[in-house]
Every structure is written in structure tokens, then in C-alpha cells.
């Protein structure tokens, strides 16, 4: 049963019987939340289109429907407005909480889909800018999942480079890889905070040097034709690289199927090559090979001084770039020959990429080369979803005092610091296990709340407090169940039976809300599913979790005496607590026994 459903399915039948197009038909949330739950608006397009006033409608459709499940009243000067019974409401709760997924329908049409997110680089070190593709990637790929799609997660590690090359030769001057080169000689230990420090000196060289940038050059070069020693020294590196990256990405609970790189599928571009120039599409450029992906009325020509000038043009869709004049292969290369890749191991109807919306032109640029090539079949959806800058609260990007780009690490760390404190100050010893799981919390919420294409301040006091909208009030009510459930005595089989024996039974306005937030939650799912966006679930969840503490602040639970009473409030508690935990699970953190 779905209420929603069940409502449209009566208005529908009464629409049929009435001659009312369906296009009109419309039901939403009630915005008077105390009175009503559902609100139907059709009687204004209608009484437009057949000259006659909202009321008559309303009334019209009023006097036709069911009214099974719920009260339909009429008010001025053309709402209906639905009020679901009491014991409908109450059976929808008891359905849910014997049901393992709360009822949460999937949806009718799935898909395979290929997630794209994380795109760590290997020898840089994990900065800020590198927070938010993890997080909204992760809980697209969890929330696609709860909703039935199979997802197939992929980190794509930026590895494939030029920084690959400036480090080795940054490592070659310094002396820690001789050993590689002439085997009388010794290497020195690698480790991460050499790549910390190495990586960062060759990116300032690469400036001012211009022997050093060239030779860099060619030893990316050297690394993809997997030429010795430079791929070994490579393959170092890369381990020593992706183990630290692990370690920061299972902090945020972010997980991969596929831990492949750009380099991952340099073994395709010469076949993806000679696709596209089997077709034609290729021009040289400088003795690069590039594709032009520029529609018309992309490339407007600016006029020639000279008529022997080469045409120029202004604002131009620029051309992807298949290899460099040098042969090496490049970002454009390794996107279009991963997607290749892609097709030929999984054949997905989506791939999902989620990275800084500055890439929106690099990715534009390869969809449309991938398209024009075959490469991808028509009817696959190669969708981008670029999200803003992360702020500090003077509205610039976030930076530290001395106006360095900030680690990942350290804004972990900032963030869990902050939760310790306030565990602190609720009477709590150090734990910084719990203490990241709210850091977390803090750092996910204030992040997910937002829609990706805006940017936001991170405010570290204002997402790690346990009041207001944030990730630890969701924490912090869920933990206030446990403990709930824990006081009554439920251990594990209890709530089980708690769960089957249909104990709700909605008695007053607060645990009328409980529902109807539980339905708005719900529906939020698929609203984040429409509209790219986490945050449609973050506000909905909020709602919810707000909705509970009314009624726990109003209710005495455990002193009940009368025990259906008590049974229906505790019954209630855990389906909050189990819709709590499906919601976050999709956010990607979790509530904790206590906090
Ligand atoms: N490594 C890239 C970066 O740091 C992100 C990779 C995104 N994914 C992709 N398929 N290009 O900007």
C-alpha cells in the first residue's frame, strides 16, 4: 500500500468518470501540515480552461471521490485538502516496520549505472578541493542502489599525468632513486611524506625550470610506454600514493568496486585512436591529433587581418585532444578510452561523473567525441555532475590562516576535533572513535544539504552542533532512541516481535506528524533521484528527526502505565530510529549507540 498512490488512484477513477484531463491532476504535501496532509490544486487549471469558477470544481471532484483512506474537505477558493484516518496511518507504520525496507518502493524502470567519483591523484596530496566528489558520489551510488539501480563505483585516480613525471624527476635529483638507474648504487626510502614534500618542490620548479619541465615531460612519457626504470619507480609511488588514499576515503565511509585509474585503460587508446580515425574525425593540429567537437554557432570566426592569416575564432567549443604532439596521452585521452573501457567490461545505460564544475567543458567536450565516435551508443547517458567551491566564512575559499590549501586530512581533523569538544562538554571522555563518526556526520550533512552546483561556507561550529540542521541532530536522535530501546529493555529478538505485532495506533497530532514526515521522507528519495541533489533527502530527514523530538519531549514513554499506549510509542520509536538509519545509511554515516 501507498498512500499517495491510493489518493491519485481516486482521483483519477473520478477525473475518468468526470472527463477531466489527466494533465491537470495534481497532489502535493498539505502547506497547512496541522489540518491536512495532502492537498489536490486541479480545480484552478480546470476552471481556466472550462470557464467556470474553482469552487464548482472542487466541489465537483469532491462529490466524486472515494474517500477510503482519508477525510476530502473543501476550502476556499478551490483547494481540496486530504486528511488521512488515523488508522490508515497507523497501518502504513505497522506495514513498514515488518517490512525490511520501511516500504520504500524501488523504482519501476532500473538501470545499470558506472559512478565516477573520489579522482584522488596519485603523489599529490588529498586537499579540500577533493572533499566533495566522495562525498555526493557516495551517496548517489547508495542512494541509486536503495532504489534498485545496479551501480558500479569507480575512483579514477588521477594517474596518468604530468605530476608523475615531475616527481620522478624531482626524485631523481634528490637522489632517491640511483639505485633504479645504475644498480652500484642505492635508493633511499620513499615514503608518504617524501611525496609530500617532492611533488610540491617539482610543481614550484616546473615554473622557472624549463630543462626540469621538459624532462618531466618525457618521463610521463617514458611511464606510458611502461619504459624501465621509470614504470617501476612509478609503480612505487602509485602503492605508496593510493594506500594513503584508501585510509582517508574509508574515514568518510566512502567505498570503491574499482580502484582504476587513468592508466587503467591506456591500453585501449591505441584502438580508440584508430576509431576515430577510421571515421574520419581526426585533424593534426602542431602534430597533435585532436577531434573537433564545436557545433554550429560555437565557433564564431573573428575577422582576418590578413587573408593569408590562419582562421581564428572566438569563444570556441575547443577540440579534444587525443595525443600530444609528443605522443603522450592526456586527460581528453584517458576519459574517452575509459569510457571504452567501460563499455566493453559493463555496457552501462549511465555513467555519472561527479567532479568541480570546472570540468563541465573537458567533459562536454568528451561526451560529444564519444558520440560523434560510436563510442558510446546513443541511448547511453553520459551525465555530469559538477559541484561549486567550498568556502571559509569570510566567503572566499576555504583556506588556512596562512592561506595555504587546506589538507583533507586536516579538515578531518578540525572537524573531529570540534565533535570531541562538544562530547566534552556533554560530560563524555575522549573517544575518537564516536568523535569521528560526528565529524563525519557534521562534515557530510553540511555538504549534502546543499545542492552540488552551489558552493557553501564550511562552518565547522555550525555543522558540528547537535542542535539545528545538522548531521550530529540527526546523530543525536537516533542515539536518544537507542537509548530509549535500550532503557525499555528491548534487545534485539524483543524488538523483532516489537516489529511484528502491529502495535502503533496514532492517538494525538505529534505522532500524526511522526507519519506524515515519515511519508514526506519517503518521497524524498526519488525527489534526490530527479534532481541530482542529496538535499531534498537532508531537509526531509531533518523534518522527520524534529517531528520525533516533539513527540519525545511531549511523551512520557517509559512511565506509561497504560501498555498499548506504551507498546504503539515504543513501535513508533524504532520505526523512527529504522527510517533514521535507511536515511543516513544513504548519507553515508551512521548513528551511533550513544552520544
Ligand atoms: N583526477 C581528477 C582531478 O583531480 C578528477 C577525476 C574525475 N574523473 C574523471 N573521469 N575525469 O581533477
Not at 465537483?60 to 486528511?83: C, H, M, T
Not at 584522488?120 to 596530496?125: D, L, R, S
Not at 609511488?237 to 568496486?257: A, G, H, P, T
Request: charged share 30%; with cysteine.
Amino acid at each position: 500500500m501507498n498512500i499517495k498512490k491510493i489518493l491519485l488512484k481516486d482521483l483519477e477513477d473520478c477525473f475518468l468518470h468526470l472527463d477531466y484531463p489527466f494533465d491537470d491532476l495534481s497532489l502535493s504535501f498539505s502547506n497547512r501540515p496541522e489540518e491536512f496532509d495532502y492537498t489536490c490544486n486541479s480545480a484552478f487549471s480546470l476552471a481556466k480552461k472550462m470557464h467556470t469558477s474553482p469552487e464548482i470544481i472542487a466541489n465537483s471532484i469532491i462529490a466524486n471521490l472515494k474517500q477510503d483512506i482519508a477525510e476530502v474537505s473543501f476550502a476556499k477558493p478551490g483547494f481540496i485538502n486530504f486528511r488521512i484516518k488515523d488508522e490508515v496511518l497507523s497501518k502504513y507504520l505497522n506495514d513498514a516496520l515488518s517490512n525490511s525496507r520501511l516500504l520504500l518502493e524501488t523504482k519501476e524502470t532500473k538501470y545499470k549505472v558506472v559512478m565516477d567519483y573520489g579522482g584522488a591523484n596519485v603523489a599529490k596530496e588529498l586537499h579540500i578541493g577533493h572533499l566533495r566528489s566522495p562525498v555526493i558520489g557516495e551517496s548517489f551510488a547508495r542512494l541509486y542502489k536503495l532504489l534498485g539501480d545496479e551501480v558500479i563505483t569507480d575512483t579514477h585516480l588521477g594517474d596518468w599525468g604530468l605530476q608523475m613525471g615531475l616527481t620522478i624527476a624531482q626524485l631523481k635529483d634528490d637522489g632517491y632513486v640511483a639505485g633504479y638507474f645504475d644498480e652500484s648504487k642505492t635508493n633511499k626510502k620513499i615514503t608518504l611524506d617524501t611525496l609530500n614534500e617532492e611533488y610540491p618542490k617539482a610543481s614550484l620548479r616546473k615554473k622557472t625550470d624549463e630543462e626540469f619541465c621538459k624532462r618531466a615531460e618525457v618521463y610521463t612519457k617514458y611511464i606510458q610506454e611502461k619504459k624501465e626504470p621509470y614504470w617501476s619507480i612509478y609503480e612505487t609511488i602509485r602503492d605508496i600514493s593510493v594506500s594513503r588514499i584508501k585510509l582517508n576515503y574509508e574515514k568518510l565511509n566512502c567505498y570503491f568496486d574499482l580502484w582504476y585509474g587513468e592508466s587503467t585503460s591506456s591500453k585501449y587508446v591505441d584502438e580508440v585512436v584508430k576509431i576515430f580515425k577510421d571515421k574520419g574525425l581526426i585533424r593534426e593540429h602542431e602534430g597533435a591529433l585532436v577531434v573537433d567537437v564545436a557545433r554550429e554557432g560555437e565557433n564564431i570566426p573573428i575577422e582576418k587581418k590578413n587573408p593569408d592569416d590562419p582562421q581564428l575564432y572566438k569563444n570556441p567549443m575547443p577540440p579534444v585532444y587525443l595525443k600530444k604532439s609528443n605522443g603522450a596521452d592526456v586527460y581528453d585521452t584517458t576519459d574517452i578510452a575509459t569510457i571504452y573501457q567501460r563499455n566493453l567490461d559493463f555496457n552501462p545505460d549511465k555513467i555519472i561523473y561527479f567532479t568541480d564544475k570546472r570540468q563541465f567543458l573537458h567533459f562536454e567536450r568528451c561526451f560529444r567525441a564519444v558520440k560523434m565516435a560510436g563510442i558510446s551508443p546513443e541511448n547511453q547517458d553520459l551525465v555530469f555532475v559538477g559541484f561549486g567551491t567550498i568556502n571559509g566564512t569570510d566567503g572566499k575559499p576555504f583556506k588556512t590562516r596562512s592561506g595555504d590549501t587546506i589538507k583533507l586530512e586536516d579538515i578531518i581533523n578540525l572537524i573531529t576535533t570540534s565533535a570531541q569538544k562538544k562530547l566534552t562538554e556533554n560530560g563524555f571522555d575522549e573517544n575518537p572513535e564516536l568523535a569521528l563518526k560526528i565529524g563525519v556526520a557534521a562534515l557530510k550533512f553540511g555538504d549534502l544539504s546543499n545542492y552540488p552546483n552551489k558552493d557553501y561556507v564550511f562552518d565547522i561550529d555550525k555543522f558540528a552542533s547537535f542542535e539545528g540542521k545538522t548531521g550530529p541532530y540527526i546523530q543525536y536522535t537516533g542515539a536518544r532512541i537507542n537509548s530509549l530501546l535500550k532503557k525499555a529493555e528491548l534487545d534485539k529478538t524483543k524488538l523483532e516481535f516489537l516489529d511484528s505485532m502491529n502495535f502503533i495506533n496514532i492517538s494525538d497530532q505529534n505522532q500524526r506528524n511522526i507519519a506524515i514526515n515519515f511519508l514526506k521522507l519517503q518521497e524524498s528519495y526519488y525527489s534526490c533521484y530527479k534532481e541530482s541533489s542529496l538535499s531534498p533527502l537532508c531537509q526531509a530527514i531533518y523534518d522527520f528527526a524534529s517531528s520525533y523530538s516533539k513527540f519525545y519531549n511531549d511523551t512520557r514513554i517509559l512511565t506509561e502505565g497504560d501498555d498499548n499506549k506504551k507498546n504503539s510509542y515504543l513501535a513508533i520509536s524504532h520505526l523512527v530510529l529504522r527510517a533514521l538509519i535507511q536515511a543516513t545509511d544513504v548519507l553515508a554515516f551512521e548513528i551511533p549507540e550513544r552520544m
